[in-house]
């Protein structure tokens, strides 16, 4: 069973790898995105070529493939897409360098740093959040000024890496502030989190 399992996957692997050479710029896009789920080293090279399409869904879908490929190659794509004109591009192409890769270069920083002042809002949530798993302590001033009622879960998520004792008195007035149904759901619990890892000793009730 196993066996026929792993030559299942073989096979799926090869006509994805086989996309990639298509003539057809639609069935190169599904087999980019489909080497993203079942990631090969074979298509790293090809999907780094492609990084530079004119097309920005093509782009889109190699931002979102390289963040599951673990190489320098990967990593210096990801970085120009994470500067791309297309929003969604820089999006994903931004998570897949803050939150998927596991390097912490120069240079990566420095584009996560970049794009915390992006025009838009998920891009600059995505490098805040990759800044603060590479506890980039330059971010705590910048989380503070974002810590209120309109907070997103990136700078909750932030905050909970980031594990600062700075950071309490923010999030506790914020915990404070909430009444009723606030007090529910995802959002608040990862404002608990957030609150539990930056006091370490916090009592079971501190958030009623």
Do not use: K
Request: hydrophobic content about 45%; some cysteine.
């Amino acid at each position: 069973m196993g066996g026929a399992m792993e030559y299942a996957l073989d096979a799926r692997q090869a006509l994805l790898l086989a996309g990639l050479m298509d003539s057809h710029s639609g069935v190169v896009c599904a087999a980019v995105s489909g080497l993203g789920h079942r990631p090969h080293p074979d298509a790293l090279e090809t999907l780094v070529v492609l990084a530079r399409h004119a097309d920005s869904a093509m782009r889109r879908n190699v931002a979102v493939s390289l963040g599951c490929y673990q190489d320098p190659a990967a990593i210096g794509a990801l970085i120009q897409l994470a500067t791309d004109v297309d929003s969604d591009v820089r999006d994903w192409a931004t998570f897949g360098l803050g939150t998927l890769q596991n390097a912490d270069t120069p240079g990566l920083r420095e584009v996560l740093w970049r794009n915390l002042s992006d025009e838009d809002e998920d891009v600059r949530g995505e490098a805040l959040v990759g800044l603060a798993a590479r506890q980039d302590l330059r971010v705590i001033d910048h989380l503070l000024a974002q810590l209120g009622p309109e907070c997103r879960v990136y700078q909750l998520d932030a905050a909970e890496q980031l594990a600062s004792p700075l950071l309490l008195p923010a999030l506790q007035a914020l915990a404070d502030g909430l009444q009723g149904s606030e007090r529910e759901g995802y959002w608040f619990g990862c404002l608990q989190s957030a609150v539990e890892a930056c006091s370490p000793a916090l009592a079971p009730d501190s958030l009623g």
